[in-house]
C-alpha cells in the first residue's frame, strides 16, 4: 500500500493494473479446461467455500468439485447451533449446484480465530493452542453427532436420487492417531445409524505432529490436505493473524517445505492422495512448488482457480520435480522464494 503516491508511482499503478486485467482476462478464457501439465500430470483445481451461496462460484470459476467447506461458517452465522434438518439443507443446497463432483466436508473447526457467539467456550489466554477443531468436536460430541448425521443423511439423499455421492468427509486439528481413533469411529458408528453409504474419511494435516506420524495415519485414512495456514503457524510459532509477524510466518519456509514433502513420501507409500487447502495453494509459483513435491489437489478461492490452472497447464511436471528437490536443499525462505520467483525453466 502506498499512502498519497506520487504521480511517477499512480502511473506505475494504473499500467500494472492494466495488464493484471489482460493476464486474468486471458485466464479466465481457459479456466473450464482441465489443468494438465505440458507432459499430461493432471491435478485437481477445486475451491475452498463456506456457504451455500459459494457453490455456484466453484463451478462458474472453472473450479472441479470442494476441497474444502468450511462448515464452522454455517454455525457462526446463526445464533444457535443449526438442527440436523438446517444443516442438511445447507448441504443439499451445495450438492445441487456440484452433482456428483467430490465436496470435502470439514467437520467444524470452531475455536482460535473462529469463535461461535452462542457456544461459551471458556476464556483461554491461548485460543489457538486451545479448545479448536476436532478438540472441541469432541467436547461437544452430541453436536459432532449430529452434523456427522447431517452429512450422512446427505449422502443417502444424493445416493437415493442420483445413484452417487461426491461426498468426502474431513476432520481438522488432528494431531494424534488416536484423535482419528475417535473421529473415525464416531462417524462410523453415525453411518450405520443413518445407514448411509461409507464416504470417503481424510485428514486435514495443519498440526506439526501430524506430519511427525503421516506414516502411521496415512495406513488408516483415505486422503490427506495439508491445511499451509495453520501448519505454518503452529510450526513457525507465529500467530497466522499477528500484525507484525505473520508476514514471516511463510509457507516457504524450508521447514514447511520439507514437511509437505514428508507427508506426500508418507501418504504415496499407503496409496492415499494429499491435496492442499490453506493459501499456499492460491499462490501459482507456490503451486508449482507443490505440484513438484507430489501434491494432487489444489484447493483455492473461486477467484483463484483460473491463474492456479493456468500456472500448471504451462508448465512441465518432470521439470517441477527437479526443481522441488532443489527446493528441498535450500536453507531459508528467501532462498526458495528466490527460485520459485520465476518459471521460465519450468515450459
Ligand atoms: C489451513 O489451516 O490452512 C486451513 C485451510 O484451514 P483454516 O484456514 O480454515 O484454518
Ligand atoms: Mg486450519
Known sequence: IYVSPDEATQKNGVQWIEK???????ENE???KAAETLDGRHIDVVCNIAKPEDAKLVLENGGEGVGLLRTEFLFESSTAEPTVEAQCESLKAIVEELGSRQLIVRTADIGGDKPVSWLHIPHENNPFLGMRGIRLSFKYEAMFRRQLEAIYRTALWQTETTGSTGLHIMF????RISEWNKARDIAESVRLQVDAPQLPLGIMIEVPSAVMVAEDLAKEVDFFSIGSNDLTQYTMAIDRLHPDLCNEADSYHPALVRMIEMTVKAARSHGKWV?????AAANPNMATLLVGLGVTELSVSPADAASVKNMIRAVNYLKLKEKAIKALQLESSEAVMELYKNNDDLF
Open 172 to 175: 481438522p486439528m488432528i494431531g
Open 20 to 26: 493484471w486485467k489482460q493476464i486474468r482476462k486471458a
Open 30 to 32: 481457459q479456466k473450464h
Open 275 to 279: 491435496g492442499v487447502c490453506g493459501n
